[in-house]
Antibody, heavy 120, light 111 residues
Framework: QVQLVQSGAEVKKPGASVKVSCKAS????????IYWVRQAPGQRLEWMGW????????EFSQKFQGRVTITRDTSASAAYMELSSLRSEDTAVYYC?????????????WGQGTMVTVSS | QSVLTQPPSVSGAPGQRVTISCTGS?????????VHWYQQLPGTAPKVLIY???IRPSGVPDRFSGSKSGTSASLAISGLQAEDEADYYC???????????FGSGTKVTVL
């Protein structure tokens, strides 16, 4: 079935970087856009950026510009999100999710989420 | 500040109809960008309920409906059921931020 499977939970110290992976299966990876969305404890969902899995184009939220990198490996049908210069406010669940023109870019498939804890 | 504003909570008895509003501005909903709605059960990833303002994906019960007018959108749940207890989020695109935005979220409680 169509699914996105993310890497496991991470604990990082302030100032470090974290890289979360998202492996797609059950569909043509390069036909969709992969979005990254995070949710701090008790907070709303927050869009971080996206990558067009076909051509590799990316776009990022102004809030994360310069701190986030999103890449993909088409041979592995996987996308990656790296966030640098971590601070305590970055403690959140990070989701990868899929969108396409067919659903007018609604996010129709979500990964299970990766908890990232930033603590000294 | 909240780009898309939702009521923090709504509640209703089983079988009743509840509505959740999503108030935006001329740079997002009012600019004609699509509104999508998601349901998030406790401890799980969100699930799309409505996309393109009013379209239900296959498998979503027809108890859920969406609409949009001006700078606002609404999600209605009719025939409220216990399993509808969840957080609900609206989402759109904002041209002034050049990015996607989510609503503040609404917790639905079934009395």
């Amino acid at each position: 079935q169509v699914q996105l499977v993310q890497s496991g939970a991470e604990v990082k110290k302030p100032g470090a970087s974290v890289k979360v992976s998202c492996k797609a299966s059950g569909y043509t990876f390069t036909s969709y856009v992969i979005y990254w969305v995070r949710q701090a404890p008790g907070q709303r969902l927050e869009w971080m950026g996206w990558i067009n899995a076909g051509n590799g184009n990316t776009e990022f939220s102004q809030k994360f510009q310069g701190r986030v990198t999103i890449t993909r490996d088409t041979s592995a049908s996987a996308a990656y999100m790296e966030l640098s210069s971590l601070r305590s406010e970055d403690t959140a669940v990070y989701y990868c999710t899929r969108g396409s023109g067919a659903t007018r870019h609604a996010l129709d498939i979500w990964g299970q989420g990766t908890m990232v804890t930033v603590s000294s | 500040q909240s780009v898309l504003t939702q009521p923090p909570s709504v509640s209703g008895a089983p079988g009743q109809r509840v509505t959740i509003s999503c108030t935006g501005s001329s740079s997002n909903i009012g600019a004609g960008y699509d509104v999508h709605w998601y349901q998030q059960l406790p401890g799980t990833a969100p699930k799309v309920l409505i996309y393109g303002n009013s379209i239900r994906p296959s498998g979503v019960p027809d108890r859920f409906s969406g609409s949009k007018s001006g700078t606002s959108a609404s999600l209605a749940i009719s025939g409220l059921q216990a399993e509808d207890e969840a957080d609900y989020y609206c989402q759109s695109y904002d041209s002034s931020l050049s990015g996607y935005v989510f609503g503040s979220g609404t917790k639905v409680t079934v009395l």
